[in-house]
């Protein structure tokens, strides 16, 4: 059985950071290639970061320069630290995990709500 759970979800106000973390259950975690996204209310999800078996990390220009993901091989975690978070930020973020670089990822985590506001 293949597991990821995200955690470290919250509110937060604007300006502020939050670092969100996804244990993986996952045989050989360090070959995936692992992946964040986000659903907001009302709007298609969206992926907000990626980082490569290599360690090689890639982000949309929405959250560049704002959001870092990293992992921890050794303890078969992701992390997705966010900062200078803003209203739109908002949503609720996933984990994700595939092992080749084409297609869509296999797995899914359940989802951590980010609440940015006021």
């Known amino acids: 059985q293949v597991q990821l759970v995200e955690s470290g979800g919250g509110l937060v106000q604007p300006g502020g950071s939050l670092r969100l973390s996804c244990a993986a259950s996952i045989s050989a975690f360090s070959a995936y290639i692992m992946k964040w996204y986000r659903q907001a209310a009302g709007k298609q999800r969206e992926l907000v970061a990626t980082?490569?078996?290599?360690?090689?990390?890639n982000y949309p220009d929405s959250v560049k320069g704002r959001f870092t993901i990293s992992r921890d091989n050794a303890k078969n975690t992701v992390f997705l630290q966010m900062s200078s978070l803003k209203p739109e930020d908002t949503a609720v973020y996933y984990c994700?995990?595939?092992?080749?670089?084409?297609?869509?990822?296999?797995?899914w985590g359940q989802g951590t709500q980010v609440t940015v506001s006021s």
């Open positions: 980082i490569f078996s290599s360690g090689n990390t």
């Open positions: 994700a995990a595939q092992v080749t670089p084409w297609g869509n990822p296999q797995y």
